[in-house]
């Protein structure tokens, strides 16, 4: 049994009843490619994570995308998220399935096989579904009225990142005044997600340029609540400006992903959470000398933030080329044919969706395995 820690005075049981083989084992003695998740160190990063929203307004609502895994959803559950976030529908249908009964699809939701399969899911947990135009609303409005259920809709801003969202406060409160009161639907507030901020490396730049972007969507929300229009919810924020736009007046919901488990890009970002995932992979070939080869490449490291890098090794650099199933690297250090080391992804939300399970260990033995069960679900 692991205890989950989320204060001094509480400590919250996950119990596991895996009887996987590899169950005891030492790490290094694994297979390879293998995702290994550190729990102690996850722990931590949950419980530092919650620590810094218990007394605050804001709640947190943390990104599945970043892991995928039920079995990590459920221990930020007990360590006090009010529900998750989701980028997919089929990872909410996976939460739901698994019981977690407050999901936000923090998308768009759009044709008719994906609107039939929301409102089916919402007639078993309570959704809510990212919105910028009337005609989503009144695709997800029909098919909610017909299958007896409510989807609860906020409408996105676009605060600066250029993808989805509406960019003006007269479209968001257009919108808001057509979908009141339309059946099916309910109007939930905004979703406001400042991604083109957080890999502002300076912390005091990526602080003042966040608030200023998230300051857009509070004064939305300003604009409507003088219209008449109750906003009961601002969504959004990540792991690297939980702490500067998750502490602003107006907004409800961190939608924090990365701290769960983080990679290289992200401990360049907030180092007070520890890298708790890593790839074991093997040292394959030593074909020259300084040159060695490595049994993982692209369709095992997700590398869109740059290169990985390999614990315990900081001056050894990874090339940029990463083959599908290879890494080609010079100016290595003596290592032997068949030795294990610790790969470090600069992206974990690609690299976990390239598993199906996360071995999880703790002091460099094997404690438990937890299986991905939203890996691949990209519709
Ligand atoms: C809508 C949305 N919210 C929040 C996040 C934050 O996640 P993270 O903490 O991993 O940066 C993301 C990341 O892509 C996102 O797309």
């Not at 205890?3 to 509480?10: D, I, P, R, V």
């Not at 957080?198 to 409507?224: F, G, K, P, T």
Request: glycine share 8%; hydrophobic share 40%; net charge negative.
């Amino acid at each position: 049994m692991a205890g989950l820690s989320t204060s001094s005075s509480m400590s919250l049981p996950v119990e596991s009843d895996c009887k996987d083989a590899r169950i005891g084992q030492v790490i290094e003695e694994l297979d390879t490619p293998t995702l290994l998740l550190d729990r102690a160190a996850s722990d931590g990063n949950l419980a530092r994570m919650a620590g810094f929203f218990r007394d605050r307004p804001a709640k947190l609502r943390p990104h599945f995308k970043n892991h995928k895994c039920v079995t990590l959803a459920k221990r930020q559950m007990l360590a006090g998220a009010v529900g998750m976030t989701c980028a997919k529908l089929g990872e909410a249908e996976v939460l739901v399935d698994n019981g977690i009964r407050d999901v936000l699809i923090a998308n768009q939701v759009v044709g008719a096989a994906k609107v039939g399969r929301l409102v089916r899911l919402a007639k078993r947990a309570r959704i809510t579904v990212a919105v910028d135009h009337i005609d989503q609303v009144e695709a997800i409005s029909r098919a909610a009225v017909a299958a007896e259920s409510v989807v609860n809709l906020l409408i996105e801003v676009d605060i600066g990142m250029g993808r989805c969202g509406l960019t003006t406060g007269e479209a968001v409160l257009k919108l808001a005044t057509t979908l009141t009161g339309m059946p099916g639907v309910e109007f939930s507030g905004l979703q406001a997600y400042e991604g083109h901020l957080v890999n502002v490396v300076d912390r005091e730049q990526r602080r003042i340029q966040s608030r200023d972007a998230m300051q857009q969507a509070v004064e939305i929300r300003r604009l409507l609540e003088r219209s008449g229009i109750p906003v009961s919810c601002i969504s959004g924020c990540s792991s690297a400006t939980y702490d500067c736009t998750g502490i602003l007046d107006g907004v409800d919901e961190i939608q924090a992903g990365t701290y769960a488990t983080m990679d290289r890009q992200y401990f360049r970002l907030t180092p007070e959470f520890e890298v708790a995932l890593s790839i074991l992979v093997r040292v394959i070939s030593r074909p020259g000398p300084g040159k060695a080869v490595l049994d993982v490449g692209v369709k095992g490291a997700g590398a869109e933030f740059g290169v990985p890098g390999i614990r315990d090794y900081p001056d050894v650099v990874i090339p940029f080329f990463l083959a599908e199933e290879h890494v080609v690297m010079n100016q290595t250090p003596d290592w032997s044919i068949g030795q294990p080391l610790h790969m470090i992804p600069s992206h974990a939300c690609t690299t976990c969706n390239l598993y199906r399970e996360m071995v999880v260990h703790e002091n460099g033995v094997v404690v438990d395995v937890w299986p991905i069960e939203a890996s691949g679900r990209l519709s």
